[in-house]
């Protein structure tokens, strides 16, 4: 599976737009970028994954690059609780999908009042 | 729907016990994996199973990790005998297929004195 850099750390006000890079730069044509987040105590949570065009839902919007090798999660108007560590992955489709989620150390965002 | 179950949130033994961490899945979902979050090595994943079968337990440590499933609704992950080493978070999640979105639980927080 591709490997993926994000920055360590990230602030953000509260209610401006967070953008949480991430650098896939051997990512493979049949391979998926996903997007999970951990809130402190709490289990890891989806959040959006798109194969080359982008993709947005309620929660977040995903800009991958034409040459898909570096991808950049927004979510629209940050809030407190949306203080979390942000995880990108790599995840590739069809039989070479294991199942396996591999996480980096992802990229914790704070969100400030 | 009620998300992935785990019991108990909190467990606290001494060195030298036995563990028995449990999971509901998603009803309806076939694959279940169980993960260890650790401040050293993050998460990662120890065991899946698909319709109750183990299909990959490469990322269980060592011989005093066993996981199994009885039938699609409950899962263990049991230790014995337990060491301080093993104190880490333990996450179950399960997904509707081995490609798709996993669904994590609230994990079992693990101390072993």
């Known amino acids: 599976d591709a490997k993926t850099t994000q920055p360590p750390s990230m602030d953000c006000a509260e209610g401006r737009a967070a953008n949480l890079p991430c650098n896939h730069s051997t990512i493979s044509g049949n391979e998926y970028v996903y997007w999970y987040r951990q809130i402190h105590s709490q289990g890891p949570q989806y959040i959006i994954h798109?194969?080359?065009n982008n993709e947005t839902n309620e929660m977040a919007s995903l800009i991958i690059t034409e040459d898909r090798k570096s991808s950049t999660l927004i979510l629209p108007h940050a809030t407190l609780r949306d203080t979390a560590v942000y995880y990108c992955?790599?995840?590739?489709?069809?039989?070479?999908?294991?199942?396996?989620?591999?996480f980096g150390q992802g990229t914790t965002l704070q969100v400030k009042p | 729907d009620a998300g992935v179950i785990q019991s108990p949130r909190h467990e606290v033994t001494e060195m030298g016990q036995e563990v028995t961490l449990r999971c509901k899945p998603i009803?309806?979902?076939?694959?279940l994996f169980w993960y260890r979050q650790t401040m050293m090595r993050g998460l990662e994943l120890l065991i899946y199973f698909n319709n109750n079968v183990p299909i990959d337990d490469s990322g269980m440590p060592e011989d005093r990790f066993s996981a199994k499933m009885p039938n699609a609704s409950f899962s263990t992950l049991k230790i014995q005998p337990s060491e301080p080493r093993d104190s880490a978070v333990y996450f179950c999640a399960s997904s509707l297929g081995r490609q798709e979105t996993q669904y994590f639980g609230p994990g079992t927080r693990l101390l072993v004195l």
């Open positions: 992955i790599v995840r590739p489709r069809g039989s070479s999908n294991t199942g396996k989620l591999i």
């Open positions: 009803s309806g979902h076939d694959y």
């Open positions: 798109g194969l080359k």
